[in-house]
Each structure stands twice: as structure tokens, then as C-alpha cells.
């Protein structure tokens, strides 16, 4: 499994999967990926890109999925199945895989949100208002750090991985 950046779409194939933050729009060139699996063909993926500065992959190699945050736009895609896909936020900063595997959490802008290994999202909290950084996850519970802007001030947070609620 693995996901490569293109320098642009071929005018002359292979036809791109169109992934989107809702609002399709194929005529545009967007993020453009060839993804590959170890199941089947690889293929191009023209991803449309969010509002965020932050653009990466995270393999999560159990799942069988690689997380896309292109320019903010965060995804969710299956390498083996271009179809399947899914779209999250439009300011992703960053993506963790638990340790355990089984649930993946994305930090946006402002929150934290608990993916299952389907695709589901399991929860979504608020924590802050410019940037949400995940220190780490331990014993069930989320270590990290949250922006409240103004004045520019980070706090620590500690959640419960499980319901995404306060841990004290």
C-alpha cells in the first residue's frame, strides 16, 4: 500500500477518481495521487484540497487505509477499492493511529475526531480554536495540546479515547 504525489493529471490517462469535500468538481485539477495496493491496479486520484496549510499520508496499514490530508481536505481512502472513500474535515492538521490499531484520530483546527477502522466516524470534540496537537495516547486516554486564540495560548488537554470526554 502506498500513496505518491503526481506533479499533475495525464492528458492522456489514465482517468482520475474524482474525491471531494462534498462539492464535486472533476473539471479541476486538484491534489492528484497515484495510489497503490497489493489487491489490485494502482490508480490516480484527483483529491479537491481543504483550507488548511497541512499536507501528508498516514499509512494505517491494519485498515488497509492511507489518510489524505491534502492541503487541510482529510480523507479517508482504501487503495484497493478507489471507491472507497471518505471525506472528514477541511482543516486536518494531523492523523495518529491508536496503539492498539483500531482507531485513528484526526486533529483539525479546532477538533479532535475518533475514526473506526470502517470509516465511521465515533466521535468529535471541540478543543480548541487554532490547532489541536495530539502528544500522545496512553491507557485509554489522549494527551495533548489545544490553541485558544487570542491571545495565543496553548493548553494541555487529557480526554478518554473511548467517548472523547474530559479524563478528570
Same mark, same amino acid.
Given at each position: ?5 503526481? $506533479? ?6 489514465? &482517468? =482520475? ?15 492528484? #495521487?497515484?495510489?497503490?495496493?497489493? @489487491? ?5 486520484? /484527483?483529491?479537491? @484540497? ?15 487505509? &492511507?489518510?489524505?490530508? $491534502? ?7 482504501? =487503495?484497493? /477499492?478507489?471507491?472507497?472513500? !471518505? ?5 486536518? &492538521?494531523?492523523?495518529? &493511529?491508536? =496503539?492498539?490499531? /483500531? ?28 490547532? #489541536? ?19 495565543? #495560548?496553548? /493548553? ?11 479524563? !478528570?
Amino acid at each position: 500500500m502506498k500513496a505518491t504525489i503526481e $506533479a499533475g493529471l495525464s492528458g492522456t490517462g489514465p &482517468i =482520475p477518481i474524482h474525491i471531494h469535500m462534498g462539492r464535486p468538481t472533476p473539471w479541476s485539477e486538484g491534489f492528484v #495521487v497515484r495510489f497503490e495496493s497489493e @489487491t489490485g491496479p494502482s490508480w490516480i486520484g /484527483n483529491l479537491q @484540497t481543504g483550507y488548511g496549510y497541512a499536507t501528508k499520508f498516514i499509512e494505517w496499514n491494519i485498515a488497509n487505509v &492511507i489518510f489524505v490530508i $491534502a492541503e487541510g481536505a482529510s480523507y479517508f481512502i482504501r =487503495p484497493g /477499492n478507489p471507491e472507497d472513500w !471518505k471525506f472528514f474535515d477541511d482543516l486536518g &492538521i494531523d492523523c495518529i &493511529i491508536t =496503539p492498539r490499531g /483500531n482507531i485513528a484520530l484526526l486533529s483539525t483546527y479546532s477538533d479532535i475526531i475518533a475514526i473506526s477502522m470502517n470509516g465511521v466516524e465515533q466521535w468529535r470534540r471541540t478543543v480548541a480554536i487554532d490547532g #489541536v496537537e495530539i502528544k500522545i495516547v496512553e491507557n485509554g486516554l489522549i494527551y495533548g495540546n489545544a490553541c485558544i486564540d487570542p491571545p495565543d #495560548v496553548w /493548553n494541555q488537554f487529557v480526554l478518554q479515547l473511548h467517548s472523547g470526554n474530559d479524563a !478528570k
